[in-house]
Every structure is written in C-alpha cells, then in structure tokens.
C-alpha cells in the first residue's frame, strides 16, 4: 500500500480555516488522493478526492503540489461538527479497498 | 435516498457464539465493502464483494470468518466461535461502481461485543 503521513492532531479556532496537510511522497501518476473524516464512532465520510489539479466542493477544498507528493485539505470555515479524524488516503492503483491510516484528529475550538 | 443500512447497530454475544451482520448497500450500489476497526485505531480492510461474487478477500482472516451478497437481499458477514478479540466496529461501504472510483459511502456500522 502508498505510504500517507499526516500530522496526528490540529487544533483550529472556530470560524478559521483548517488546513490539514498530508504527505504522500511514494504516489504515482495516475493515482488518486482521497480524504475522509470521521466523526466519533460514526461511519467514516468521503470529502474529496484529486489528481493533480487543485479540487473544491461544497464541503472543502483541496490543494494538490505540484510534484503531488504532498496535499492539504482545506476546512474554509471551521465549526464545531468539523472535530473528526480526518484520513489521507489512497487505494491506490490496483488495490479494491481503501487504506486507513491513523489520520489527524482536528479539534475545533470554540 | 436512504444511504447504507447496517443492522443490528449493537450486538453482544458470548464467546463461541456466532454473530451476523447485516449490510444494506445504497439504491443502485451493487459493490460492498466491510472494514473493521478496533478501539482507538483505524478502519482495516476486510473483503470487497460484488453481487454473487467475493472479489478481494485479502483482509480477511482465515478462520471463522465468511462474507457473502446474494443476488437478493443484503451483505452478511458471519463470524464462527466468537473471541474477545473480535470485538470491534464492523462497517460496511458501498459504491456504484467498484474499483473505478474510490468514493465509498459508509454505513453506521456495527459495534460487536464479546462477552
């Protein structure tokens, strides 16, 4: 499996941007960034996924380097329901599963 | 659209016990996926089925553990002889199209307790 590193926890202040940044220095070409969170001991939650171009929907944007060895997943205006364990990760190319790693967990903080 | 249905959301059963659990994909999924996550870790790949098909079993342990999503009905994932070990949140995903797109919807999974 790509090996993703990310931070382990982020504090953010409710209302700012939470940028989440995720290493990803082994990815090839052709394959996929992919982040999800997950909310306490809920099911986890598909947030976006990209390529090489930088991505944006109704939930976060993110931003993708241009050696695509690294990414970050912006949170534009984070709110209390943002405090997750937000996931990095990847199939990648030839896997059918997605690989979870230990994720960052993001603290929003009144 | 009802999303991923999975039941029962709770299940406690004593070891050697058998536990089934069931997964309801989304309307128009036919790819299911099971994970497992133990306590204060992240979710672990189990198998991956299609209807009438297992397609990639390779997290799934060797003994006592089965999976199956027949034509009709849901997914089942069967656990044999419980062990304390087992105990974890099982959930399962869906997609519509499988190994082309990586955006998997999950359920709210199942928290097996053995006793």
């Known amino acids: 499996d790509a090996k993703t590193t990310q931070p382990t926890s982020m504090d953010c202040a409710e209302g700012r941007a939470a940028n989440l940044p995720c290493n990803h220095s082994?990815?090839?070409?052709?394959?996929?960034v992919y982040w999800y969170r997950q909310i306490h001991s809920q099911g986890p939650q598909y947030i976006i996924h990209g390529l090489k171009n930088n991505e944006t929907n109704e939930m976060a944007s993110l931003i993708i380097t241009e050696d695509r060895k690294s990414s970050t997943l912006i949170l534009p205006h984070a709110t209390l329901r943002d405090t997750a364990v937000y996931y990095c990760?990847?199939?990648?190319?030839?896997?059918?599963?997605?690989?979870f790693g230990t994720g960052t967990r993001l603290t929003v903080i009144p | 659209n009802a999303g991923v249905m999975q039941n029962p959301r709770h299940l406690v059963r004593r070891r050697g016990q058998e536990a089934r659990l069931r997964c309801s994909p989304m309307?128009?999924?036919?790819?299911v996926y099971w994970y497992r996550q133990l306590p204060e870790e992240g979710l672990k790949f189990m198998v991956y089925?299609?209807?009438?098909?297992?397609?990639?079993e390779s997290g799934m342990p060797k003994e006592r553990f089965s999976a199956e999503f027949p034509k009709e009905g849901p997914s089942i994932l069967r656990i044999q002889q419980v062990v304390r070990g087992d105990s974890a949140a099982y959930f399962c995903?869906?997609?519509?199209?499988?190994?082309?797109?990586?955006?998997?919807?999950f359920g709210p999974g199942t928290r097996l307790t053995v006793t």
């Open positions: 082994t990815i090839s070409g052709n394959e996929y």
């Open positions: 309307k128009g999924h036919s790819h």
């Open positions: 990760i990847g199939p990648f190319t030839g896997a059918n599963n997605l690989f």
């Open positions: 995903a869906s997609s519509p199209m499988g190994a082309i797109t990586y955006e998997q919807y």
């Open positions: 089925l299609q209807k009438e098909n297992i397609i990639d």
